[in-house]
């Protein structure tokens, strides 16, 4: 008797990841960014540059209003952002496009930092100039294009559901400081291209900033 050909398994479809960075504070409390691996080339140029230049302003106002020790996921309308503060004085950041699984990126986050601090001694973390020269940051990032489901599976098992800050939008975690219309106008990073973009995209509601 036969049972014909078992079905094939679907395959996994890869996720975009946008941007992968791990950023310290400074002593004025102002956060950098150490080492930073990004891909918006789906973008034409222009959105692409000023893209760029808003998930940096946007990562840096995150880390500064987080709390040393949270885990956040942050849901805009087309991607979210997820983030680790730990009590070593550095704070890991991937913001993907939607439906990322978040213990699979708190995964990536947590093997980003473990990666960061046996690369880096404590006192290169701390007083080394950036940017950091980290080649390897890349290969993280593009594997965490596919979510890897062992590593779901012990983020889960490490990770309790109640540990995680669930934020609707960045101007929730932000709302301790600066607005981030306000954050944008006053930015010296920021050219007159990306500001112009991002009024742009605030006006028609098509922005979250870092997409």
């Given at each position: 008797?036969?049972?014909?050909?078992?079905?094939?398994?679907?395959?996994?479809?890869?996720?975009?990841?946008?941007?992968?960075?791990?950023?310290?504070?400074?002593?004025?409390?102002?956060?950098?960014?150490?080492?930073?691996?990004?891909?918006?080339?789906?973008?034409?140029?222009?959105?692409?540059?000023?893209?760029?230049?808003?998930?940096?302003?946007?990562?840096?106002?995150?880390?500064?209003?987080?709390?040393?020790?949270?885990?956040?996921?942050?849901?805009?309308?087309?991607?979210?952002?997820?983030?680790?503060?730990?009590?070593?004085?550095?704070?890991?950041?991937?913001?993907?496009?939607l439906n990322y699984d978040r213990?699979?990126?708190?995964?990536?986050?947590?093997?980003?930092?473990?990666?960061?601090?046996?690369?880096?001694?404590?006192?290169?973390?701390?007083?080394?100039?950036a940017p950091f020269n980290w080649?390897?940051?890349?290969?993280?990032?593009?594997?965490?294009?596919?979510?890897?489901?062992?590593?779901?599976?012990?983020?889960?098992?490490?990770?309790?559901?109640?540990?995680?800050?669930?934020?609707?939008?960045?101007?929730?975690?932000?709302?301790?400081?600066?607005?981030?219309?306000?954050?944008?106008?006053?930015?010296?990073?920021?050219?007159?291209?990306?500001?112009?973009?991002?009024?742009?995209?605030?006006?028609?509601?098509?922005?979250?900033?870092?997409?």
């Open positions: 008797m036969s049972y014909g050909t078992a079905p094939e398994t679907p395959k996994q479809q890869p996720k975009t990841v946008f941007y992968l960075g791990v950023l310290r504070l400074k002593p004025d409390q102002k956060a950098e960014e150490l080492a930073v691996d990004t891909d918006f080339s789906s973008m034409n140029f222009i959105a692409r540059a000023s893209t760029t230049s808003l998930a940096s302003l946007t990562a840096k106002a995150i880390a500064e209003q987080t709390k040393v020790g949270e885990r956040s996921t942050i849901v805009e309308k087309i991607g979210e952002i997820n983030l680790y503060k730990t009590s070593f004085g550095i704070c890991a950041i991937i913001v993907t496009e213990f699979a990126a708190q995964g990536v986050l947590t093997k980003t930092i473990d990666a960061f601090r046996s690369k880096f001694t404590p006192t290169e973390i701390k007083e080394k100039p080649p390897e940051l890349r290969k993280l990032r593009t594997d965490a294009i596919l979510e890897d489901k062992a590593s779901i599976a012990a983020t889960r098992r490490e990770l309790d559901e109640t540990k995680f800050i669930l934020h609707q939008t960045i101007e929730k975690v932000l709302e301790r400081g600066e607005k981030l219309d306000t954050l944008v106008a006053k930015s010296d990073e920021l050219g007159i291209m990306s500001k112009n973009f991002y009024k742009v995209s605030r006006q028609q509601n098509s922005c979250c900033v870092v997409m």
